[in-house]
């Protein structure tokens, strides 16, 4: 029978950033995901440091049991093309924001992938938003997810109506 309940246990996503610098600006991504029940991998991996390394784990994700990548890099910024370019799952990518041109260099990087290999992207430093597609991929297959997203939205709208200013 089909599984359609995500394992607590069990990592569903992938989180690779470029470097450990980047941790600060990935770790809402992480705590979303917990947020949603859903575990994840949180490990550095550079596209140019560590080659060989990182394409060996996003050619090895999916038979671990990994159902979406997301990928943090800054600057000349193409962790996320080099691991899509290795795997059927999706690829959302999080252009880290850099010092000398704040993140323009990361964006597009990352949103500009040549056709045949695509990249999601989200905003500059927007890992949040990164593991909420990443959730919305997955409500697709795990329906308790979009009870939960439900949940989140209207959180967020009674948040919004219920402003006093
Ligand atoms: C990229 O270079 C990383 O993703 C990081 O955003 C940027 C700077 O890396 P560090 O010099 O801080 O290690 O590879």
């Known amino acids: 029978m089909k599984n359609t309940k995500p394992k ?11 470097s450990a610098s980047d941790a600060e600006v990935m770790e809402p991504g992480r705590t979303t995901l917990k947020e949603f029940g859903i575990a994840c991998e949180f490990k550095v991996l550079s596209a140019h440091r560590t080659p060989d390394e990182a394409l060996k784990y996003s050619e090895e994700a999916a038979g671990r049991g990994i159902e ?60 949040a938003n990164a593991a909420l597609l990443a959730i919305e991929i997955l409500a697709l ?25």
């Open 141 to 165: 297959k795990y329906p308790e997810l979009q009870t939960k997203l439900r949940a989140y939205r209207e959180s967020m709208r009674r948040k919004v109506l219920d402003a006093r200013v």
């Open 68 to 127: 979406v990548l997301i990928a943090g890099a800054g600057g000349a910024a193409h962790l996320a093309g080099v691991l899509a370019a290795k795997t059927l799952l999706p690829v959302i990518g999080v252009p880290i924001q850099s010092k000398s041109l704040k993140g323009l260099d990361s964006l597009l990087s990352i949103v500009q992938m040549p056709p045949g290999i695509p990249v999601a992207t989200v905003a500059i430093n927007g890992s």
């Open 8 to 18: 607590p246990s069990s990592p569903l996503v992938g989180i690779i950033m470029g």
